[in-house]
């Protein structure tokens, strides 16, 4: 039985990508980076859905994979690799790939809605292809697909699938993956997030530990560490916030807080829109009601 890489286990960020004029803002990039590296995180995606990937052409996503790269040092970088043309898809793949990545985030094809069968074939060709492994994003709400249990566990056979980044919403699914063990289950809803954990998940890749990370990552070491009431403490402190970050579409919430922290202009490429005035002030008194909360020092 193929073992779970430890940089698997833990929170990852999903990297939202800063704008300035339309243009990816490098600058502030690199600021995220650097200040995320110190919060105890596992690890970065780069280019999931929270950081606009579909509104970024190929040359900008390699151009802000390299500098996550620079600027992340030892901590371990994920690249997402989304696309319907399976051609395109193994090309961009060969040239990511050649990257020091710790592994492809790769969602089914959207649109097709291919078989249970074309699903396995694709991530085993996938898996077949990359230098790196790869991790699985079960979203059937962005892909129009869900992947069967029975088919993850199938791919759970191949020696370069390690994980999956689990927003299928199926707590028997989770639980099926969690109880067979060939894959690192990572929580990707966050309103899930204890649970995924406390069922025996090892980690999770979601977006509202942009705010406060060191308290999602306090989280996580509580329920590894067994201290399940310090855990369900800190969960319900982070709820209100949480349920926030997906009051109006993801990432526009986290850029209206982080533009308030100065780390980033409130930008979003169109059709995103910025949020709601009454939603950003919500966002901050929310935000405000943690300023006190602190992670612990374990």
């Known amino acids: 039985m193929q073992g779970i890489e430890p940089f698997y286990r833990g929170i990852w960020l999903p990297l939202v990508t800063p704008f300035r004029n339309d243009v990816v803002d490098h600058a502030a990039l690199k600021q995220l980076v650097a200040h995320y590296c110190k919060s105890g995180i596992a690890g970065l995606v780069v280019c999931g859905s929270t950081g606009e990937a579909a509104a970024l052409d190929e040359s900008e996503q390699l151009a802000v ?9 030892s901590l371990p970088v994920m690249m997402g690799l989304a696309g319907n043309n399976y051609r395109h898809v193994l090309e961009r ?14 969602p089914a094809p959207y649109y097709i809605r291919p078989s249970q069968a074309g699903l396995k074939d694709y991530f085993t060709a996938l898996a077949d292809h990359s230098r790196v492994p ?14 069967d249990t029975e088919t993850l566990l199938s791919l759970a056979g191949h020696g370069n699938i390690r994980g999956i980044k689990d927003c299928g919403g199926n707590a028997d699914k989770t639980q099926a993956l969690i109880s067979d063990g060939r ?14 954990l406390c069922l025996g998940g090892h980690g999770a890749i979601i977006a509202s530990a942009h705010i406060r990370p060191d308290l999602f990552v306090a ?16 969960f319900q402190r ?16 986290i850029k209206a ?9 409130n930008e979003l490429r169109f059709p995103m829109m910025p949020v709601s005035a009454a939603l ?6 929310a935000f405000a009601a943690l300023d006190s909360l602190q992670a612990g020092a374990r």
């Open 65 to 73: 994979l390299d500098t996550v790269l620079e600027e992340a040092g």
């Open 93 to 106: 793949l060969e040239r990511i790939a050649q990257r020091p990545l710790a592994g492809i985030l790769a």
């Open 134 to 147: 790869l991790v699985v994003y079960d979203i059937p709400y962005r892909t129009g697909v869900t992947l």
């Open 183 to 196: 894959l690192a289950v990572l929580a990707g809803e966050d309103h899930q997030l204890l649970s995924t």
């Open 219 to 234: 989280l996580w070491r509580a329920v590894r560490d067994q201290r399940l009431r310090e855990a369900q403490g800190l």
């Open 238 to 253: 982070l709820t209100p916030l949480i349920r926030l970050m997906f009051a109006e579409p993801n990432p526009g919430p």
């Open 257 to 265: 807080l982080l533009s308030r922290q100065d780390w980033l202009e």
């Open 280 to 285: 950003s002030e919500d966002l901050t008194v």
